[in-house]
């Protein structure tokens, strides 16, 4: 499916149209700032193209829409936990049902917000109250905050991650850099490591980078651009890209779509349930992933 191909539902402004694919709600941010489209199922950004630029966010080609799967590129809300700590895989908030809650626009920003929050739905998979909220600020740089709040009245725990998809020219000939030395690798069964020198994109990684920096750049060199990733709330940075063999065992992955994708997430990291971030009754917590192009 292309972005471009969604049926037309409604318009909600000049610049944001309600469209739909497989029943599931899609907006369309159509500005003299930037092009984005965000689905409401999963509350997933799947487009981001500041005006004048290629687009800065990765989505497969082969993508399925349906109601239990995640969208396999964009910005997956893995929520409130991160990897197969629980069921299912990186929580439910990437595959649940998000509502529109409002949206403003003026000359420097178009902002989106959405809501999750608690149901019986939720409750049997996960016991807990809580109200989500999704804030994207769209302009020449991406925002996206993931705030949650504790709306019961016990404390609970819970971890995980804005999870994008960066769309790069060839894997190879790219670079990141401000990720920090230590990281944990969860291909070898979570030991934990240093790296040296800039992260090639050279090979399968799957690294939660424990340390990183206030900024992280990713050096496209193919599209001859630095991308730069800033994230608060979150403990850690995970890179991850699959390489050839993990793409060619995924359904909803091109074979080669390794070589221009790769994954830096914004990530609240816990090695089970019990050990995520505590939020008291009436606490709220913010994750936030901030995308921009670097100048030249
Ligand atoms: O963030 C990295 C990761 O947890 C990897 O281990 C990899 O499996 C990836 O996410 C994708 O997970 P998904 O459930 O979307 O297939």
Known sequence: MLINDLNFEE?????????SINNRSILK??????????????GHLLQFKPAGEK???????????????????????CWPWFGTIGSPSHGFARISPWQL????ENEEAI??????????????????????????????SLKT????????????RWSGALHSYFQIAEATETSITGAGKDYIDSLQSGNKCESTGDLL???????????????????DKGNQRRLSIRNTGSNA??????WDEISKGMADMDDDGYKRMVCVESTNFADNLESGTLLSPEETHQLTTEISILPQ
């Not at 318009?11 to 469209?19: F, H, K, Q």
């Not at 809650?101 to 403003?104: A, D, F, H, I, L």
């Not at 994109?201 to 050096?219: G, L, M």
Request: charged share 15%; hydrophobic share 45%.
């Open 11 to 19: 318009s909600l402004s000049p610049t944001i149209s309600r469209r």
């Open 29 to 42: 941010i159509q500005s003299s700032l930037c092009e984005a489209a965000i689905s409401l199922h999963g």
């Open 55 to 77: 687009d800065i966010i990765w989505l497969s080609n082969k993508a399925i829409y349906s109601p239990e799967k995640a969208i396999r590129g964009g910005i997956p809300v």
């Open 101 to 104: 809650m409002n949206w403003q």
């Open 111 to 140: 902002v989106i917000k959405l809501g999750l929050s608690a149901s019986e739905q939720t409750k049997a998979i996960w016991p807990h109250e809580f109200s989500a909220t999704l804030t994207f600020r769209l302009s020449a």
């Open 145 to 156: 905050t993931l705030a949650v709040t504790n709306t019961g009245a016990i404390p609970w």
């Open 201 to 219: 994109i050279n090979q399968s990684i799957d690294r939660v980078y424990t340390a990183p920096d206030e900024s992280i750049v990713i050096h």
């Open 237 to 242: 940075a995970v890179i991850w890209n699959p």
